[in-house]
């Protein structure tokens, strides 16, 4: 299909490889390059993304049980304190503990406080889907821009990562840990963190281009994104927030409030010193 280009975007510094697509709703990009300005379009046949699993807003989620030790008989013990941490290091007959055949990692569906299986991203996908884990890191200005960059896993090859501006605030999206975009499934680790107002958060701001008004997109500035499954994952993200903005954005409140609480409690109250045991 050929897509034909219209006027440069008018932000400072662009060049003449800098240009914005055309508005049409029924396609979906399959390449970014640097400097285009890539959305979030509709699809004719419905969704063309979608969280997998629970969207954390909040709620409390109970704990994983404790795993039961065996009655180990200490030898000889001592006591370490650095701090208020105290640690507790006991030496300890054999227990004779018989080694357990090795398993393959059990797939957990997302839990609501975002917790996941490690070892596959959280996915629980049916035999012959695409799987991959995207590794994200995203520097958020006021709610409004995010400095993002991606990598997959997973993937024959050395990975590659991806470095992009987008006008999603992509807090919002760090409340789920799986999802499907096009038929490609996806286990998500995020780290994001607010910009504060240091010399380096300060200089990469004056980087950001400007965006087109009313829509999810993003703008390429490190890689060029031939690469399917790296396209579909940073397009995906943007397409849930256009499809499910209202409701990430509820979720998202509720997470501070949680958190929010969380911090009060443990001003008024610190939990004391956690003791830590190490037997051997």
């Given at each position: 299909?050929?897509?034909?280009?219209?006027?440069?975007?008018?932000?400072?510094?662009?060049?003449?490889?800098?240009?914005?697509?055309?508005?049409?709703?029924?396609?979906?990009?399959?390449?970014?390059?640097?400097?285009?300005?890539?959305?979030?379009?509709?699809?004719?046949?419905?969704?063309?993304?979608?969280?997998?699993?629970?969207?954390?807003?909040?709620?409390?989620?109970?704990?994983?049980?404790?795993?039961?030790?065996?009655?180990?008989?200490?030898?000889?013990?001592?006591?370490?304190?650095?701090?208020?941490?105290?640690?507790?290091?006991?030496?300890?007959?054999?227990?004779?503990?018989?080694?357990?055949?090795?398993?393959?990692?059990?797939?957990?569906?997302?839990?609501?406080?975002?917790?996941?299986?490690?070892?596959?991203?959280?996915?629980?996908?049916?035999?012959?889907?695409?799987?991959?884990?995207?590794?994200?890191?995203?520097?958020?200005?006021?709610?409004?821009?995010?400095?993002?960059?991606?990598?997959?896993?997973?993937?024959?090859?050395?990975?590659?990562?991806?470095?992009?501006?987008?006008?999603?605030?992509?807090?919002?999206?760090?409340?789920?840990?799986?999802?499907?975009?096009?038929?490609?499934?996806?286990?998500?680790?995020?780290?994001?963190?607010?910009?504060?107002?240091?010399?380096?958060?300060?200089?990469?701001?004056?980087?950001?281009?400007?965006?087109?008004?009313?829509?999810?997109?993003?703008?390429?500035?490190k890689g060029e994104i031939h690469d399917r499954v790296a396209?579909?994952?940073?397009?995906?993200?943007?397409?849930?927030?256009?499809?499910?903005?209202?409701?990430?954005?509820?979720?998202?409140?509720?997470?501070?409030?949680?958190?929010?609480?969380?911090?009060?409690?443990?001003?008024?109250?610190?939990?004391?010193?956690?003791?830590?045991?190490?037997?051997?």
């Amino acid at each position: 299909m050929k897509i034909n280009l219209q006027q440069k975007p008018k932000w400072k510094g662009s060049r003449d490889h800098h240009r914005i697509f055309p508005r049409t709703p029924q396609i979906a990009l399959t390449a970014c390059f640097f400097g285009i300005v890539c959305w979030a379009s509709s699809n004719a046949q419905g969704q063309s993304a979608r969280i997998i699993g629970d969207l954390a807003n909040g709620d409390p989620v109970p704990e994983a049980p404790k795993p039961s030790l065996p009655n180990f008989a200490v030898e000889e013990m001592s006591v370490v304190r650095t701090g208020e941490q105290k640690t507790i290091l006991q030496k300890v007959r054999d227990p004779n503990l018989r080694v357990q055949p090795t398993l393959e990692p059990e797939v957990h569906a997302p839990t609501a406080n975002g917790s996941q299986s490690q070892a596959t991203g959280g996915l629980a996908a049916p035999a012959g889907v695409e799987t991959f884990l995207v590794m994200v890191s995203a520097k958020v200005y006021n709610h409004e821009r995010t400095f993002v960059s991606w990598t997959i896993i997973g993937q024959e090859g050395k990975a590659q990562e991806y470095e992009a501006w987008s006008n999603v605030d992509f807090n919002l999206l760090s409340g789920f840990t799986s999802y499907e975009v096009e038929g490609i499934q996806y286990g998500l680790s995020m780290g994001v963190r607010d910009a504060g107002d240091t010399p380096d958060d300060r200089r990469l701001l004056r980087t950001a281009p400007k965006f087109p008004q009313g829509k999810a997109s993003y703008i390429l500035t490190k890689g060029e994104i031939h690469d399917r499954v790296a396209e579909t994952a940073i397009r995906g993200l943007h397409e849930i927030y256009r499809q499910d903005s209202q409701r990430l954005r509820e979720a998202y409140r509720g997470r501070e409030r949680a958190r929010l609480a969380h911090e009060r409690i443990e001003k008024a109250s610190p939990p004391p010193a956690e003791e830590v045991t190490i037997r051997y």
